[in-house]
Every structure is written in structure tokens, then in C-alpha cells.
């Protein structure tokens, strides 16, 4: 049996998760907490929010994030994917930075506009 | 000219309140924003976790601002950016200054107050040794790093478990800096529990409850701090203590609500938490001028600001269009044993409904919220769980606020049987 705290909203339900019987997932308050019981013990994932460079003077730097999230052992190997990239102006929220890391369907977007 | 409206500070809760009211019918509505763009405090937490109850997805703090900003297109509600206000006064004349207009007085029908909170900062809190270069406040690094684009340390140390403090402990580590410990006085976290563990514990970041920095070493820039375990009394126990090496303290120690212009105008401030004092509808002591967000309270939770702020704008078109409410005949809302920083402090007898806020002052477990009229039970409510952390929330109905015969209720928290 493995406890652990849910966080994918800040209520922070404190799950259990019973690895011997098919991960059953108890003390959940919503469906998301039984994914996120089964997931964090059987592949653990984070959504990786961080900035890459812009080419405009006045904010050089733009917001991005996983459209999804990713296993949690690729997370600074994300992280170095952004260093090379300079965003060029016009930026739109939404907008694909990386497609496809490391082949899991998953991108960097932009999360905010910058002109 | 004379606006309908002026808001003070285009965050989430400035950019809420202006929409509110131009749904309400108001037509000349201006918000004024310090800094360059709108957004507020969102602009510079770049994680996610925003959104949950307004839009029902998770949504980062640029993203949730960027909606409400797209949402003023066409709107006809005007930005006035790198604009900073230095006075409001009672009878509603807003005094500003920027680049391009100098010094202006604006004149409104009504105000909403929106400028958010500050950190408190070391000098609130006093820790013994030198003053060198590389102690700061977590929000000061989150914007360097996030907005800016400087790294603000190597090695780093961070006092205070709050949000903000968690939150760069995670993005200084994934930056590639060292997060040493973070050190938090209390015997418990004043952050969220997923924040411990998702910018914690997932890298091994210890954290030291019962514990303080008793001395910060470094000339010129930071070299060393020692922390130490604190008794009951809070007070270092010797023996105790323990020593890095970091170039970087980050100092997480709570907000306080940024009232100076309130202050000055004469409304009425809270002096316990330094928030402006409201009534249901979010009217300050002053009629016509409202406030909303964090400088009434600190909120966790950027939806119940959008929430508060739309109620403060459509009490500001109210206002307008059809004159104050009556104060005569109030209710005072009184806090019970263990409650604490209640919201708002009194309900007009003509309101619809009224929701009231507040904060428990310690942990319940199966338990209850009771407001009381006197002796009479006004409302009962169960609750599983209530912590400091978190923000309860009870609305009283109509129907309710009908059945309240004194001129008084009071919110109490209490454990009850299974
Ligand atoms: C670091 C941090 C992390 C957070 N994390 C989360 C989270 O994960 N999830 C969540 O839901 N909530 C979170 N919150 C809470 C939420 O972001 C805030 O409660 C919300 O942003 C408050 O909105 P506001 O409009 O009252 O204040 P602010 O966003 O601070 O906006 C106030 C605005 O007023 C302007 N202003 C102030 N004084 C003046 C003046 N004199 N003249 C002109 N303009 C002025 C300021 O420049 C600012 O733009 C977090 C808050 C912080 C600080
Ligand atoms: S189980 Fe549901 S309600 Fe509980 S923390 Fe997880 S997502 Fe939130």
C-alpha cells in the first residue's frame, strides 16, 4: 500500500494506492485523483512550466509549458531542449515551441502573448 | 471628463472588476496599471494550477490573466499602462503620473481599489548577522528569473514555506541551481500540500520544520547561513545548528495587503491584516469606493478573486446607476472562538445574499461552521477538514439574511460527534 498526497488540484486529497490489488486507488474526492494514484505509482508525470528567450528587447523572456504532462524522469532533459531556442515576435498563447518531446505526443506551447 | 469608473491595478482582480461593471451597463470605465502591461502578480508565475474553479481546466498564471485580457476587446474599457497612482481621495479624484501625460487628477463616479499584495520583507522579520547582496524576497527572485531572465543564485537557501517560496524552490532547481533546504519556523507548512510534494520532494529538497536562520555570513555577497531547531517558544535551541554553504537566501514569509493609498484616503483598514475593510458588496467605508482581491485579504486561489472582483464591479454599476445602499439598520458580522480574518466585516440589511470568508486559526477535523443570531442558529455547516491554510466559505440567502432579527451574527468553528 503506497500514500500518496493527489496534486492535481490544490484540495491535496490523501490517496491510497494498493499495488497488490490493481492499483485500487481509495480516498480520492474525483475521478482525476484515481488516474493520478495509478499513474504516479506505475509512471510518474509532471507538467514542466518554465521561459525561453525572445528576441524583444522590452520582455525577453516568454512563458511556456507541456501541453500534457511528461515522465517525470525527463523533466531536466526537457528543461535543456529550451536552452537553445530564441522565440522571434509576435508570440500567441497556444502557439508549438517543441513538437513531440521525446516522442510522447506531448509540445512546449507559449502560455502568453508577446508582441 | 468624468469616468463612470476607475480601477486601480489591472490584475486579475482590477481586469474582473472593470468587465463586471461594463456588463452592468457602465459605459467610461479606465483601469490603471503600474507597470507596463496588465496581469498583475499572474504575469510572473509562469507554473500552473490557475483556473481550476473559473474555467474548469489548469491553466498557468499568464495564461488565466491573458484570458481576461483578451476578454476587454471591444469592450471600449480603456488600459492606462506605466501609469502609477499616487492619491485617491473620499470624494472620488484619482491623482496619477506617467511618462507621456506628466501629472494628472482624474475625477470617477466610482473607484474600485486593486492593487494587490507585497511581500513581507527581512526587515519585517529580523534575522541576526550581515546585510550582503543576495537575500531577497521569493517574488523579487520569481520575477528576475521569470520575467527578467537572471538567475539569481547558485546555491540556494530559502526561508519560509509559503507558495511562492515552493514554487522557486522547483524552478531555481530545474534552472540548474542547488535548493539546500528550505526553512520554515512553524511546526507545519503554510504552503499547499501538493506544493511540498511536487516542488519538494520530487527533488529531494529537504525541508526543516521547527526550524530558523539564525545567522547570515557573507561581506558583500552571501557565503553562509546557519540554521538552528526552535523550542515552543520559538526561540533557537542551542546545539542545534547547522551550517551551508549558499550564495542566495530567498525569504518566503507571507504577503501583506498594499494599502497605502487606502490608508491615506482615510478608509478604513483592517489593522490586524492590514486589508481593506469591505462590506458584502465589497464597498470600502467610503460609499462609491470599492475594493477587491488581495488588498482586502490574501487569497490562495485566484478564482475566488475573479469571483470577489466581478461582485465589486457590479456593486460600483450599482452605485452608479442607482445611488448607495442604505447603511442604516447594518449587520456587523462578529468573529466565534478560532475564527479569524472574516469577510466582509458588515452586511447591508437590503442585500440579496452576502458570502462571508474567513480562516480557522487552527486545524479541526470533523467539525462544523455555525452562524449565529444571538442564540439562534442561523446556519449549520459539516466539514471534514479545516486548516489556517485554507479559506472557508459560507453564503448566507436571502431567506437567511430575512431571519435575522439583531443587528449582529457571529461565525464560529466547532468540532462535532460523528
Ligand atoms: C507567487 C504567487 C503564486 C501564486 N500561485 C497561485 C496558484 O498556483 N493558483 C492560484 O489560483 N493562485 C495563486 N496565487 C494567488 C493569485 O495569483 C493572487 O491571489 C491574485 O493574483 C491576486 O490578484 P490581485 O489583482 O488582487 O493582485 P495583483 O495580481 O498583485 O495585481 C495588483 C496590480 O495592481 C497594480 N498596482 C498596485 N499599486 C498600484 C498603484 N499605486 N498604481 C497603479 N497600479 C498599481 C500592480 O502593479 C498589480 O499589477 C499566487 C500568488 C503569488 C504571489
Ligand atoms: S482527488 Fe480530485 S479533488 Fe482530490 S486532490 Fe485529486 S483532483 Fe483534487
Not at chain 2, 499584495?117 to 550582503?132: D, K, L, M, Q, V
Not at chain 2, 524552490?169 to 533546504?181: C, D, F, N, S, Y
Not at chain 2, 539564525?214 to 558583500?220: A, C, F, P, V, Y
Not at chain 2, 449549520?380 to 435575522?404: C, N, Q, W, Y
Request: aromatic share 6%; hydrophobic share 40%; charged share 25%.
Amino acid at each position: 500500500m503506497k500514500e500518496l498526497i493527489c496534486i492535481t488540484c490544490p484540495r491535496g486529497c490523501h490517496l491510497k494506492v494498493d499495488e497488490e490489488n490493481g492499483y485500487e486507488v481509495t480516498g480520492n474526492s474525483c475521478p482525476r485523483g484515481k488516474e493520478y494514484g495509478y499513474n504516479e505509482v506505475t509512471n510518474p508525470k509532471r507538467v514542466v512550466t518554465s521561459t525561453v528567450r525572445t528576441n524583444s528587447r522590452e520582455y525577453p523572456r516568454c512563458p511556456v509549458k507541456t501541453n500534457g504532462a511528461i515522465p517525470k524522469e525527463k523533466m531536466f532533459d526537457a528543461m535543456k531542449l529550451l536552452d537553445d531556442i530564441v522565440l522571434a515576435v509576435p508570440i500567441y498563447c497556444g502557439e508549438k515551441v517543441i513538437e513531440n518531446l521525446f516522442d510522447t505526443g506531448i509540445d512546449f506551447v507559449a502560455t502568453k502573448d508577446v508582441q | 471628463m468624468m469616468y463612470d469608473l476607475i480601477v486601480v491595478g489591472g490584475g486579475p482582480a482590477g481586469l474582473a472588476a472593470a468587465l463586471a461593471a461594463k456588463e452592468k451597463g457602465l459605459d467610461s470605465i479606465l483601469i490603471i496599471e503600474r507597470d507596463s502591461q496588465l496581469g498583475g502578480i499572474l504575469n510572473q508565475c509562469i507554473h500552473n494550477g490557475f483556473g481550476l474553479h473559473y474555467f474548469k481546466e489548469e491553466l498557468t498564471g499568464p495564461e488565466y490573466a491573458g484570458r481576461f485580457i483578451k476578454m476587454l476587446e471591444g469592450t471600449g474599457i480603456k488600459a492606462m499602462c506605466d501609469t502609477m497612482v499616487l492619491a485617491v481621495t473620499q470624494d472620488k479624484k484619482i491623482h496619477c503620473i506617467n511618462p507621456t501625460d506628466g501629472y494628472q487628477v482624474l475625477e470617477a463616479k466610482s473607484i474600485v481599489l486593486a492593487m494587490g499584495c507585497r511581500e513581507r520583507t527581512r526587515g519585517a522579520i529580523s534575522i541576526p548577522g550581515t546585510r550582503p547582496a543576495g537575500v531577497l524576497t521569493a517574488g523579487a527572485a520569481q520575477r528576475f528569473v521569470n520575467i527578467e531572465g537572471h538567475m539569481v543564485g547558485k546555491r540556494v537557501v530559502i526561508l519560509g514555506s509559503g507558495d511562492i517560496g515552493l514554487i522557486m524552490a522547483r524552478r531555481m532547481t530545474l534552472e540548474g541551481a542547488k535548493v539546500l533546504a528550505c526553512v520554515e519556523l512553524m511546526p507545519y507548512s503554510g504552503g499547499l500540500q501538493r506544493n511540498i510534494v511536487q516542488c519538494l520532494n520530487d527533488f529531494d529538497i529537504p525541508l526543516y520544520l521547527s526550524h530558523t536562520i539564525t545567522e547570515i555570513r557573507g561581506k558583500n555577497r552571501v557565503e553562509g547561513v546557519t540554521i538552528a531547531k526552535v523550542g515552543p517558544d520559538r526561540k533557537p535551541i542551542e546545539g542545534t545548528e547547522i551550517d551551508f554553504d549558499c550564495d542566495t537566501v530567498l525569504l518566503s514569509v507571507g504577503l501583506i495587503p498594499e494599502n497605502e493609498l487606502t490608508r491615506n484616503a482615510g478608509i478604513d483598514i483592517d489593522i490586524r491584516t492590514n486589508g481593506v475593510v469591505v462590506w458584502e458588496n465589497m464597498e470600502t467605508s467610503v460609499p462609491g469606493i470599492f475594493a477587491s482581491g488581495n488588498v482586502v485579504h490574501v487569497h490562495d486561489l485566484v478564482d475566488y478573486v475573479t469571483g470577489e472582483s466581478q461582485k465589486a464591479g457590479r456593486a460600483a454599476a450599482e452605485y452608479v446607476k442607482q445611488g448607495m445602499r442604505s447603511r442604516e439598520h447594518a449587520i456587523s458580522v462578529n468573529e466565534g472562538k478560532d475564527v479569524g480574518f472574516i469577510v466582509p466585516l458588515k452586511i447591508h440589511r437590503e442585500a440579496m445574499d452576502a458570502e462571508i470568508f474567513f480562516r480557522v486559526r487552527r486545524i479541526f477535523e470533523t467539525s462544523a461552521i455555525v452562524v449565529k443570531d444571538g442564540d439562534k442558529v442561523l446556519a449549520h455547516l459539516k466539514r471534514a477538514h479545516m486548516a489556517p491554510g485554507e479559506m472557508e466559505r459560507v453564503k448566507l440567502s436571502r431567506s437567511l439574511l430575512d431571519a435575522i432579527e439583531g443587528d449582529e451574527i457571529t461565525v464560529y468553528a466547532e468540532e462535532v460527534e460523528e
